[in-house]
């Protein structure tokens, strides 16, 4: 014997799962921000996913002050490596995949399938070589020694050729290099 579902039951159901996993996620981020806003000695009194002995302006006081500000330089090379390593990261890596996709060269497929087995080798296991690497030039202690290793995103490469070759006609390709002519 089948039991049919109603429609209405299913999205009931699945909106009340998604709830559930909403909160999950919120809940921790709430309480998160409540104790950021506790006093000095009152985290642990009160309801902790609830606000009291509200003092946000000196708990942000006492982090920019620690040791003369160094939160603050903490904050600005937090922004410096993600903005200028994820631009120059999404830069080449639309380059190259755009070059690997709609370009016929020698050695193309060679060059693409290292970058995918790249993309299977666990980041760690790059650590070493790499701070050998950065030591030998010189480089360690400075912000190259955190961005350049950034700017090198095999599995962006890899997006970035599967868009191209899906999104960007040839025909379009071969119009502009007639017009060129």
């Known amino acids: 014997m089948t039991t049919t579902r ?4 299913e999205r009931l159901a ?5 709830g559930l996993m909403a909160l ?3 809940i921790p981020l709430w309480s998160l921000f409540v104790s950021a806003t506790k006093g000095e000695g ?3 009194q009160g309801s902790p996913l609830w606000f009291s ?3 946000l302006g000196g708990n942000l006081s006492r982090v920019f002050s620690f040791q003369d500000g160094v939160f603050s330089s903490w904050l600005a090379n937090s922004a410096l490596y993600s903005l200028v390593g994820a631009a120059a990261s999404i830069l080449l890596s639309v380059m190259a995949g755009f070059a690997l ?8 497929e060679t060059i693409f399938n290292v ?3 790249s993309v299977l080798i666990p980041a760690p296991m790059f650590a070493l070589p790499l ?12 912000y190259w020694a955190v961005l350049l290793p950034s700017f090198v995103s095999p599995f962006g490469v890899y997006l970035s050729r599967i868009y191209a070759s899906a999104s960007v006609p040839d025909e379009l390709l071969e119009a502009a290099h007639r017009r060129r002519r």
Request: charged content about 20%; overall charge positive.
């Open 24 to 26: 999950y996620t919120l």
């Open 131 to 142: 701070f050998l690497l950065l030591a030998e030039l010189r480089l360690t202690d400075t």
């Open 6 to 9: 109603s429609p209405l039951t």
């Open 42 to 44: 009152y985290l642990h």
């Open 101 to 108: 996709a709609k370009y016929r060269f020698r050695g193309r």
């Open 14 to 18: 699945v909106n009340a799962l998604l």
């Open 115 to 117: 970058i995918l087995a």
């Open 53 to 55: 002995h509200f003092d």
